[in-house]
């Protein structure tokens, strides 16, 4: 064969997230806890904002107006780009906990939960042009 072929490739993912956090919760002082909380909220602000974005998009006829997604905003969603926009696969694993005193958080989770199942996409082959098979 005088034609070279292209390799297909992959990535995985794993994203740990954390809940979003309360200062006061945490038990924790000093500028670098603030810090930190603060970082870790600004990442699930964004990510949400991605998911409502996404969710959008999916539920918009064809030829409408598309909502800017802010992938951009945050390095998570960043990380997160390439699974989110349809070039691969994206699974999400929401866990609860059974106290009464999370419930707000729980249902925080939930919405993250249900945004991400109304994302539609069609995951695309990644090909490599320089490999050789």
């Not at 598309?66 to 999400?92: E, I, N």
């Amino acid at each position: 064969m005088s034609t070279v072929e292209r390799g297909r490739y992959g990535r995985l993912v794993l994203v740990d997230l954390a809940g979003s956090e309360r200062l006061k919760d945490t038990g924790s002082t000093g500028r670098e806890a603030v810090r930190e909380t603060g970082s870790i909220n600004k990442s699930l602000f964004t990510l949400g904002q991605v998911l409502a974005a996404l969710a959008q998009r999916s539920g918009s006829a064809r030829g409408g107006t598309l909502q800017h997604v802010p992938y951009r905003d945050s390095k998570l969603t960043q990380l997160l780009w390439d699974g989110l926009r349809g070039g691969g696969r994206a699974l999400m694993l929401a866990c609860l906990g059974p106290l009464r005193g999370h419930a707000e958080e729980a249902l925080s989770t939930l919405h993250f939960a249900a945004m991400a199942q109304r994302i539609k996409s069609r995951p695309v082959i990644l090909l490599d042009p320089q490999a050789l098979c």
